[in-house]
């Protein structure tokens, strides 16, 4: 038996075959003097790419969800990219043939984007791969075959595209392992979201002596058995009952009141990013919406959705949770979340740059829009206005006025809102707690954001792979914000709830009911395990 280690993004226990994966194709380079016949090639293939992208963007939509989807929407953008197509033709025009020419173009965009400073283009080079690679495959038939393996198959990979991911969605496959990529790489994402096990960064794991072997992926703790013993595989598969019977036995706790022994309530709400969570919601039997990110409706497009769009997706969410709160946080785009159409500056560091409210209070348009859908989809159901990224009175007190001015439009209007709506503010910033007894007097509620506070309380990027390590949630400094946010907010009679990373940490629950923390907003799939963790408190 061979244990490798890695870091585990999805877990899990998975078994199967070995299927190393070799994305590295052999391009052939010749020379020819017909370049008005290549360059015809390439605008077919590059066509074929474009038709093959919006049919994967369309299916992981379908299948997976809108921000997962957005993936695709910037491959389509980049296929008909300016400066790619030209890269290409000039190189065509040099002399070689098409395929070359766009896996050279390819090649050296991805170049570019790697040496630049900013994390979020050096992870567009990964993309222009993706895409250099999507427009060869259409010169052929060289494209991921559907393979129905009778037994399953674990993917080992130096790295997946989303392409890549998407397709082998449709195989029999068990597991992803890569020897590369983060814990923020699309690959990552994907794997979550379609509840396949992941390990990644397994050194030395695409030795191609370990192609067809059986072997065992524990995501959970991030290691890999190839050929396993038999005590190994015992262990893991009464791991994998062990957690499945867990699973099945929370079903119990569907309509089960979030009361601790002790008679304290606590509102266990879960957090969304696009309506097709809202059926996980549902099946957890959450007890609201404690954060609808509404950033990814703008994103995975190229134009600004209409007042209309975004009323009709607000007004369904608030129709399906059938009277309980849904809280909907105004647009947060900016810093990692970037949205071609929106134009916004390049920044040396994005995170404490132009984002969230400081966009909105600036651009007001678009502000005034967002607002005017939440209010209109009010009167569907019990509805709350969040803003992120608060951190002076002045934002806070801004924020306010345009909703009003947008509440005056709206009467002038005769159009009905709920005129009693809840306005509350996100807790991101150490300035925001520190001040949180001033906010507490101007808004209905906070809601917590420990991974935000984590990353500007203890000077930590959260996308920087580097410095993972320092990300520490329950960091002391980061508790006692929290408890002197709670101890303020309870002072002036407004409720308090968590919507971070640590709302599902049940080594801080005891603790956070204690310091009066009213409310806790997870991933749908904690929602029944947390309810059973806190009915068994005697607080």
């Known amino acids: 038996m061979i244990t490798k280690n890695g870091k585990g993004v999805f877990g899990g226990v998975a078994f199967g075959n070995i299927k190393i994966f070799n994305e590295h194709k052999t391009i052939k380079k010749y020379f020819t003097t017909d370049t008005v016949g290549e360059k015809a090639r390439f ?13 994967l963007m369309e299916k992981t939509r379908d299948e997976v969800g809108e921000k997962e989807a957005a993936i695709f929407e910037i491959h389509s953008m980049m296929i008909n990219d300016d400066d790619f197509v030209s890269a290409v033709v000039s190189k065509i025009e040099g002399g070689i043939n098409a395929e070359a020419a766009v896996h050279e173009a390819g090649e050296q965009m991805a170049e570019q984007f790697s040496s630049l400073n900013d994390s979020y283009m050096k992870q567009r080079a990964a993309d222009v791969i993706d895409v250099a690679e999507r427009v060869v495959n259409a010169f052929g038939d060289t494209d ?25 969605r449709d195989q029999n496959i068990s597991g992803f392992i890569t020897e590369g990529g983060s814990g923020n790489s699309h690959t990552a994402i994907l794997a979550r979201t ?11 794991i695409l030795d191609e002596a370990y192609d067809g072997r059986f072997a065992a992926v524990d995501s959970s703790s991030g290691t890999i058995y190839i050929e396993p013993n038999a005590t190994t595989i015992k262990r893991l598969k ?6 499945d019977n867990e699973i099945q036995l929370l079903q119990r706790y569907k309509g089960v009141k979030t009361v601790t022994r002790g008679g304290r309530n606590v509102m266990l709400y879960a957090n969304i990013s696009n309506m097709t969570d809202m059926d996980m919601v549902l099946a957890n039997d959450a007890e609201g919406i404690g954060l609808f990110r509404s950033e990814f409706i703008f994103m995975g497009r190229s134009t600004f959705p209409s007042e209309a769009e975004q009323f009709d997706i607000y007004k369904k969410a608030v129709e399906k949770m059938e009277g309980k709160r849904v809280i909907i946080r105004t647009l947060d785009i900016g810093a990692d979340k970037k949205v071609d159409y929106f134009n916004l500056p390049d920044e040396e560091n994005p995170a404490l740059g132009y984002r969230a409210i400081r966009i909105c209070l600036d651009r007001t348009n678009i502000f005034k829009v967002q607002l005017r859908a939440i209010l209109k989809a009010s009167v569907y159901g019990k509805t709350a ?69 984590t990353q500007y309380t203890l000077a930590v990027d959260r996308q920087n792979s580097m410095v993972n390590s320092k990300f520490d949630t329950d960091h002391e400094s980061i508790l006692r914000l929290i408890r002197f946010t709670a101890q303020n907010a309870k002072k002036e009679g407004i409720w308090i709830g968590i919507c971070g990373e640590l709302g599902a940490d049940k080594r801080l629950t005891e603790r956070f009911i204690k310091w009066g923390i009213d409310e806790l907003s997870v991933s749908p799939v904690y929602i029944l395990g947390l309810r059973k963790y806190i009915t068994e408190m005697d607080i």
């Open 144 to 168: 991921i075959k559907k393979d129905s393996h009778e037994e399953k198959s674990i993917i080992v990979a130096y790295d997946l595209t989303p392409s890549q991911t998407v397709q082998l």
């Open 238 to 243: 009464d791991k994998k009952e062990k957690s």
């Open 194 to 204: 379609m509840n396949i096990p992941a390990v990644i960064g397994v050194k030395g």
């Open 385 to 453: 206005i969040m803003f992120p990224m608060i951190c002076t009175l002045e934002e806070l007190r801004k924020a306010k006025e345009i909703l009003n001015e947008v509440k005056l439009e709206l009467d002038f209007e005769g159009v009905r809102y709920d005129r009693n709506i809840e306005v509350g503010i996100m807790i991101e910033t150490p300035a925001a707690a520190l001040i949180s007894e001033t906010l507490a007097r101007e808004c209905d509620f906070f809601s917590i954001g420990t991974n935000d506070l």
């Open 43 to 55: 605008e077919n293939a590059r066509n074929k790419a474009y038709d093959e992208t919006v049919r």
